[in-house]
C-alpha cells in the first residue's frame, strides 16, 4: 500500500489511521485529485441509535465532504432485515417492518449532526436499500445477478470462515446479504455515478464482493476502502464497558456521560483516538499526546471535549465542565447532566449492592464487594463500608443521592 497518497482526502484519512485495506489504492488517489469523487457507506437499523463504534465510518465520510467530495448515507432498510453474519457467531435476531424503521427513525438524527444534506456537488446524499431491494424479484435478481458470484469465491472470505471454522451454522439467509450488499454498490453506481464502497475492515469481503459485480456490469473501474476497527489498549472494541453500548443518541446516553466516556479512556490511548475522532491539527495533537504524568489528563478533557463537541455541539460544555467539577456538591451544582436512575419508594430500604449492579456502575455483586473493600464505592462523596449497606429514605434528603465508583464514573438516584 503507497505511503504517500497525495491526494488531500486519501492523505488526511491515511495520516490520521482511518487507511486499513483497498483495492487499486494508486488509481483511486489519481481519481481523488482530478474529479469530484461520490463514494458510501452502509448502515444497518439493527438498534435505535448507533454507537460510538460507528463514529469511524462517520468520521470518514465528514472528512470526505470537507475535502469536496460527495458522501452518500445508505440505510440498510432492506438488509436489516435479513442482518450481516460478518465474523458474528451467531445468526442475528428477525426484526420486523416496524421494528426496522423505528431502528432508522433513531439512528438517521445523528448523521445531521456530522453531515451537511442538499443538492449540491459535494452534499450528502440519504438513501434507503428498502426502496430497491423489497421490490426486487427473486428468480430475476437470482437469473441476472447471483450467476456473478461462486460460493467458492465466496467461502474464502475471512467473514465466512471464521463462522463455518468454529462449526456455527451459517443460514442460507445470511449467505444471501453479500449478494444484496454488492447490489447496493451497483445500484448507487448506476443511479448516483458511485465509485467507492468504505467500511470496517470487518465489511472487506462484503466490499469486494460488491467492487467485483460492479465492476463486471458496469464495465467501469469501482473501490472500496476499509478503515481498522477502533480498540483500546487492551484489545477490545472501543467503546465495550460493564453499562453498556457508548450509544451516540443523547436519549440513550446523556452528553455528560457520553463526555465522561471519552475523559476516561486509558492514556495509551489518546494520540490515536485525537487523531481519529477529532479535527485538531496533527501538530496539535502530537504535543497532547506527549505529555506525561496528570498532565495527559488536560489531553483527555480536549478530547472529550472536541468529541462531544462534534456530536453535541459546544454549548453542552459549559453544564457538563460545571457538573464534572461539582459532582458532589449538592448546592448550586449542575447535576442534570449525569446518568440517572430512577428508584421508586415502594422499593426503599434497598441494598446498596442492588442499585450499583441494577444501574450499571457495577457488572456484579462481587465486584461491589471488592469495590467497597478497597474504598472505590462511594455515597455522597463518603466511602461505602458495609457491602451490604441498605439505601434508605433519609438518604434523600432533596430527592437525590450521588453514587460513584472511583473518581470517574458517577450516578444521580433519583426518589420518584
Known amino acids: 500500500m503507497s505511503s504517500s497518497l497525495k491526494s488531500e482526502f486519501l492523505h488526511i484519512l491515511q495520516e490520521r489511521g482511518f487507511v486499513y485495506q483497498a483495492t487499486d489504492l494508486e488509481q483511486l488517489d489519481a481519481l481523488f485529485q482530478k474529479e469530484t ?10 438498534a435505535k441509535s448507533l454507537q460510538v463504534g460507528n463514529l469511524s465510518a462517520l468520521m470518514v465520510l465528514r472528512w470526505m465532504q470537507k475535502c469536496g467530495h460527495r458522501p452518500i448515507v445508505l440505510i440498510g432498510g432492506g438488509t436489516s432485515r435479513i ?30 449532526k456530522v453531515l451537511t444534506f442538499g443538492q449540491g456537488p459535494s452534499d450528502a446524499l440519504f438513501v434507503n436499500n428498502a426502496d430497491w431491494l423489497l421490490s426486487l424479484g427473486y428468480i430475476e435478481f437470482l437469473r441476472d445477478y447471483g450467476r456473478h458470484f ?23 439467509l445470511e449467505f444471501n446479504y453479500m449478494l444484496l450488499q454488492a447490489y447496493d454498490f451497483y445500484h448507487l453506481h448506476k443511479e448516483f455515478g458511485c465509485i467507492l464502497q468504505m467500511g470496517g475492515s470487518d465489511q472487506w469481503g462484503n466490499i469486494v464482493n460488491g467492487v467485483e459485480l460492479t465492476r463486471k456490469l458496469s464495465q467501469k473501474a469501482v473501490f472500496g476502502l476499509t478503515s481498522p476497527l477502533v480498540t483500546d489498549a487492551s484489545g477490545r472494541k472501543l467503546g465495550k464497558s460493564v453499562d453498556g453500548a457508548i450509544w451516540l443518541d443523547p436519549d440513550m446516553r446523556s452528553p455528560y456521560d457520553y463526555w465522561q466516556f471519552w475523559r476516561n479512556v486509558d492514556d495509551r490511548d489518546v494520540g490515536k483516538l485525537l487523531r481519529r ?4 491539527p496533527l501538530d496539535e495533537i502530537a504535543k497532547l499526546e506527549a505529555l506525561q504524568g496528570a498532565e495527559i489528563n488536560e489531553a483527555k478533557k480536549i478530547l472529550a471535549d472536541e468529541a462531544t463537541t462534534l456530536l453535541h455541539g459546544r454549548d453542552v ?18 447535576l442534570s447532566n449525569l446518568p440517572t436512575f430512577d428508584l421508586a419508594p415502594s ?13 450499571g456502575l457495577c457488572a456484579s455483586k462481587g465486584e461491589f464487594k471488592r469495590l467497597v473493600a478497597g474504598g472505590g464505592a462511594k455515597i455522597d462523596g463518603l466511602p461505602i463500608s458495609d457491602p451490604k449497606q441498605l439505601l434508605t429514605e433519609e438518604a434523600f434528603s432533596d430527592q437525590k443521592v450521588i453514587l460513584s465508583v472511583g473518581k470517574k464514573n458517577f450516578l444521580k438516584v433519583n426518589l420518584l
Open 277 to 280: 475522532f477529532t479535527e485538531l
Open 347 to 359: 422499593r426503599l430500604p434497598i441494598a446498596l449492592d442492588d442499585v450499583f449492579v441494577e444501574s
Open 37 to 46: 469523487v461520490t463514494g458510501y457507506t452502509g448502515f444497518d437499523a439493527t
Open 150 to 172: 461462486t460460493v467458492n469465491r465466496m467461502l474464502s472470505f475471512d467473514s465466512v470462515k471464521t463462522r463455518l471454522d468454529k462449526d456455527e451454522p451459517l443460514s442460507f
Open 83 to 112: 442482518g450481516d453474519p460478518s465474523f458474528r457467531q451467531s445468526e442475528r435476531p428477525l426484526m420486523t417492518l416496524q421494528q426496522v424503521q423505528e431502528n432508522i427513525d433513531g439512528i438517521s438524527k445523528v448523521f445531521q
Open 317 to 334: 460544555l459549559d453544564s457538563i465542565h460545571s457538573t464534572a467539577s461539582s459532582v458532589f456538591s449538592k448546592e448550586g451544582a449542575d
